[in-house]
């Protein structure tokens, strides 16, 4: 008769006595689902005592001699205590401490936890020589001109009763050196219902991690809600119309979460839309139907604030005619154009990434006043929390349009009121707030009658009157390089 995991851990007597010999795991005994926990601290940060804990759901199937593994990285609980925080903006940030399930959240994992369907993946993985498991690793022969990626999770251990579930990645090319994470799941203790052991990813993040099996087995009830929805909506949920410190607690709320990246609002706007929550929960509406006014206003308010020095219903002058952004020792290429696949999409779709390396001169590209100077950061990445952390210069122009040069380097060499000319510097260009790699994000907006901002398609100086649109992938500036060479 096959048997199944969880009842090999409750009949294990809940402990693991030492001598005998710890009974082998089939493969067919992983079948089902599994909430994975880890408790973990990353040394590669700037706070290496921090405790931190992340979690996702496993779910393992035998097909035809093989074991077919998901992922999922998004968990949803109905009861989110202990797991994030911050309310009133469009985030909720994860909570820093060693999170243990409570009763009602154990419950929700013996019935079956939602999951959010992003992100997830499915490897099927076929036995080894060696007595493992592992999915298909290798990597076809590619040109030394493209990047190859491989991602192998294996499964060891089955055997001897202590399963080590990893997951490695590598990408590499002809011309780098290749670079290699790896996520080691290590079972140390099988007892309490649970597998318990050491958890590694990549040598820096280092603690133990829990795998608790989910009764019963037909769990996945895919709301398609992220954390932060239901979290807030949880929360919402639970304020009182009828509570004098309410009004307060959202203020507070909003002031807090707007800090955080860097933005804040009048508190005549913070007041106004603290009364809005209230008057609508009194009024009956739902705490959907609030989330989704509210976020709208914030977001009016925070572009309000933003751009208050642009006119509303601003019209770009089409006959207007750019210059290159930037002065280098050399062309630099265009990695990312108008609508661009990586994030020049939505709003942001008129834009351009030119690759300019830390230091050289950013050059305004059609004379107006500077309307915004930010230039306090320094630090930069491919992490989206660096996000709200770029220096900026902002230009207004006669039409009421205005041009954003963004990520540049601290040290800005000029200040809001300064009228430019096109050629004049506005600063260095750099790798500040959320970037891949050093390089000018360089775009035209407009406010339309709402106040809501968006991109318009702009034309540069060529050999004709109509002037060019950069091309992404072409080199542009540099010695020799000449307007209408495009």
Do not use: C
Request: zero cysteines.
């Amino acid at each position: 008769m096959q048997r199944s995991l969880t009842t090999l851990l409750l009949l294990a007597g809940l402990t693991f006595l030492a001598p005998p010999r710890a009974q082998a795991i089939e493969p067919e005994d992983l079948v089902g689902t599994w909430h994975v926990l880890a408790h973990y601290k990353d040394g590669g940060t700037d706070h290496p005592d921090r405790e931190r804990w992340v979690d996702r759901v496993w779910k393992f199937e035998w097909e035809n001699g093989q074991i077919k593994w998901t992922d999922y990285p998004i968990v949803v609980f109905v009861d989110e205590t202990g797991r994030f925080e911050r309310l009133g903006t469009n985030r909720q940030s994860r909570m820093l401490n060693f999170w243990e399930p409570n009763a009602a959240q154990l419950a929700d994992i013996a019935n079956g936890l939602e999951v959010n369907k992003r992100g997830a993946k499915t490897k099927t993985l076929k036995p080894t020589d060696e007595g493992g498991w592992s999915s298909a690793g290798r990597a076809r022969p590619q040109s030394m001109k493209f990047i190859s990626y491989v991602e192998t999770w294996t499964i060891t251990g089955l055997a001897e009763g202590a399963p080590v579930f990893a997951r490695s990645d590598s990408m590499s090319s002809g011309m780098t050196e290749t670079l290699e994470g790896v996520t080691r799941y290590t079972t140390t203790e099988v007892g309490g219902g649970l597998l318990r052991g050491d958890y590694v990813r990549d040598g820096t993040q280092v603690g133990t991690f829990q795998l608790r099996p989910s009764e019963p087995a037909e769990w996945v009830k895919g709301s398609g809600k992220t954390q932060n929805q239901r979290f807030r909506e949880m929360a919402m949920s639970q304020y009182s119309a009828n509570d004098p410190d309410i009004q307060k607690q959202i203020q507070a709320t909003f002031e807090k979460g707007l800090a955080d990246n860097g933005i804040n609002l009048p508190s005549a706007e913070l007041d106004k839309l603290s009364k809005q929550v209230v008057a609508l929960y009194a009024s009956g509406k739902s705490p959907k139907e609030i989330q989704a006014i509210i976020d709208e206003d914030l977001v009016a308010a925070v572009v309000g604030s933003h751009y208050a020095f642009a006119p509303k219903g601003a019209v770009h002058d089409a006959a207007a005619r750019y210059t290159i952004p930037f002065e280098s020792k050399a062309p630099r290429q265009l990695s990312q154009g108008n609508r661009g696949k990586f994030s020049h999409y939505g709003k942001h779709r008129y834009a351009f990434d030119f690759r300019t390396p830390v230091g050289e001169p950013v050059l305004a590209a059609r004379a107006g006043k500077v309307a915004a100077v930010v230039d306090e950061y320094d630090r930069g990445g491919p992490t989206k929390s660096l996000m709200g952390q770029a220096n900026v210069v902002l230009v207004l122009h006669d039409d009421g349009s205005f041009a954003s040069y963004v990520h540049l380097s601290k040290g800005a060499s000029v200040a809001e009121g300064d009228g430019v000319a096109a050629g004049d510097v506005l600063g260095k260009s750099g790798n500040t707030g959320y970037t891949t790699a050093p390089h000018l994000h360089f775009a035209v907006w407009v406010l339309d009658e709402a106040g809501e901002a968006m991109t318009v398609p702009v034309r540069f100086a060529g050999k004709s009157d109509a002037g060019f649109v950069p091309t992404q992938g072409a080199y542009y500036g540099g010695p020799g390089w000449k307007a209408g060479s495009e």
